[in-house]
């Protein structure tokens, strides 16, 4: 035979369950609804903060730098710059070129004037890192590295910037396409 419960004791083993579950939790009715009302995030600022010139950058900020615009986002979980139109003011973020690895600087999607750094050989000829622009990279293991991604030209400098100057490198320093 089948017990049928009335109204009164369904509200009150609902009432139970919830006060059991509010103690278990140890959260109080007054302070939950007070820190529900304090933890509400927008979508700018929550997830990983991506990296330039070494300053983290929230989720969703966007930067300006050599004349483009870059949002901070995801790319397979990993922080992201994805780039954005084109920017007719100044750049927002500073910008001290691929002067070294990328790792703990920028992250991956930054793009950045090369320098002497990014300088390499084929064969006997040395192909200047200031002759391009660089955008960071990660291989399979995550791991960032600088790759060419366009001409130094399609990088508009700011109007007093440094450019990066010439390599101290020469020619002589390329052994079978090798930077020695």
Known sequence: MRTVNSPKTTRMKALTLLSIAAVAGGVTFG???AAATDSRTTTTGTGAQCLWAATAHPQGSTVTAGGQTFQCTTDR??????QGPAA?????????????NP??????????????????????????????VYQAVADRS?????KA??????????SGADRPGPSSRTASLCIDGNLT
């Open 149 to 158: 991604a366009a001409p130094i030209s399609q990088w508009a400098f700011d």
């Open 103 to 132: 790792t703990g600087l920028f992250s991956a999607g930054a793009r950045q004037p090369g320098t002497e750094y990014n300088d390499y050989c084929v064969g006997g000829q040395l192909i200047e890192g200031n002759e391009d």
């Open 142 to 146: 995550g791991k960032l590295y600088w």
């Open 88 to 100: 007719s003011r100044p750049s927002t973020v500073p910008n001290p070129g691929s002067y070294t």
């Open 31 to 33: 302070a939950g609804t």
């Open 77 to 82: 979980g990993a922080p992201y710059w994805r």
